[in-house]
C-alpha cells in the first residue's frame, strides 16, 4: 500500500498532487503504527525497495512529474 501511493504521488499530475500527498502521508502513517516504528525510518527503510516493488508489480516506469 505505502509503495502504491508512492508510485501514485511520484508520477501524477500536477492537479492531482495535494490529494495524491495527503494518501501517501495516510499510507506512511498507517504503516508506521502496525509496524511500530518512526515515519522517517519506515520511509528510509522502504526507499531502496521501491524500484524493485514496480519490477514485481510491472508498473510502467512513467515519465518523473516532479521534474
Known amino acids: 500500500m505505502l509503495?502504491?501511493?508512492?508510485?501514485?504521488?511520484?508520477?501524477?499530475?500536477?492537479a492531482e498532487k495535494a490529494e495524491r500527498l495527503r494518501?501517501?502521508?495516510q499510507a506512511?502513517?498507517?504503516?508506521?503504527?502496525?509496524?511500530?516504528?518512526?515515519?522517517g525510518l519506515l520511509e528510509a527503510a522502504v526507499a531502496s525497495d521501491f524500484g524493485v516493488?514496480?519490477?514485481q508489480e510491472r508498473m510502467p516506469r512513467?515519465?518523473?512529474q516532479n521534474r
Open 3 to 14: 509503495h502504491e501511493a508512492k508510485y501514485e504521488l511520484r508520477f501524477c499530475g500536477g
Open 53 to 55: 516493488w514496480m519490477k
Open 28 to 39: 506512511l502513517s498507517d504503516a508506521a503504527k502496525e509496524f511500530n516504528v518512526g515515519e
Open 62 to 64: 512513467l515519465p518523473d
Open 23 to 25: 494518501a501517501y502521508k
